[in-house]
């Protein structure tokens, strides 16, 4: 049930884009985004709800492929306030309540 | 500040013992969520809350339990603790029963076994 993430770590420096990938080999309802800065709580950051919906951060973007039971969360002119492990949580399927989350991926941006 | 409250902040107790986690939710919100993160680790769901009712468990112990009061505040109960039980355990929550909404995670609480 635990999603997969992909990279596991990945580092930039300021300005340049990354991508994070989530999937399931479940049919999912809804994926969701955190950020976790190193001793800290995760902080929401998006969730792509079935058929649609998104409901997050402006500057933060993300797609969810249905079909594919894949997200992907999309990073672009990288800051270094980016750093942290980001983790997608994915919801398999309505009414389930249980949100599973990914290993997380280490995001590192130097000047 | 997310507005989740998470008591104590640490804990350090020794094999065999038990103890008592406590969470007060955001204003407002009805679900509560228990996580658990070993060391560098992702997260790890336990058990989830809806309005005083248990809705769904994940990789929650035997030895762990849990149940979310009237005034909506939660407690995770671990006992019979095992050195490998030491983790920061994370209390979430959200307004509504499914994961359609956003979690709000409180600051955890470490526990360290000895």
């Known amino acids: 049930q635990q999603p997969v993430q992909s990279p596991q770590a990945v580092i930039l420096r300021e300005g340049e884009d990354a991508v994070i990938n989530c999937s399931s080999s479940?049919?999912?309802?809804?994926v969701h985004w955190y950020r976790q800065k190193h001793g800290e709580a995760p902080v929401f950051l998006m969730i792509l709800l079935k058929g649609g919906e998104q409901k997050g951060h402006e500057k933060i973007s993300a797609s969810f492929n249905e079909k594919k039971q894949q997200s992907s969360l999309y990073l672009t002119a990288s800051q270094l306030s980016y750093s942290g492990t980001y983790f997608c949580?994915?919801?398999?399927?309505?009414?389930?309540?249980?949100?599973?989350f990914g290993t997380g991926t280490r995001l590192t941006v130097i000047p | 500040d997310s507005g989740v409250t998470q008591t104590p902040k640490h804990l350090i107790t020794a094999t065999g013992q038990r103890v008592t986690l406590r969470c007060s939710p955001r204003?407002?919100?009805?679900?509560v969520y228990w996580y658990q993160q070993s060391l560098d680790q992702g997260l790890q769901f336990l058990i989830q809350y809806y309005n005083g009712e248990e809705r769904a468990k994940g990789n929650i112990l035997e030895r762990f339990s849990a149940q979310q009061f009237p005034d909506l505040h939660s407690e995770l109960n671990l006992s019979s603790l095992e050195l490998g039980d030491s983790a920061l355990y994370f209390c979430?929550?959200?307004?509504?029963?499914?994961?359609?909404?956003?979690?709000?995670f409180g600051n955890g609480t470490r526990l360290t076994v000895t």
């Open positions: 979430a929550s959200s307004v509504d029963e499914g994961a359609g909404s956003p979690l709000h």
């Open positions: 479940k049919a999912l309802y809804s």
């Open positions: 204003s407002g919100d009805l679900s």
């Open positions: 949580g994915t919801e398999i399927m309505t009414g389930a309540n249980n949100l599973f």
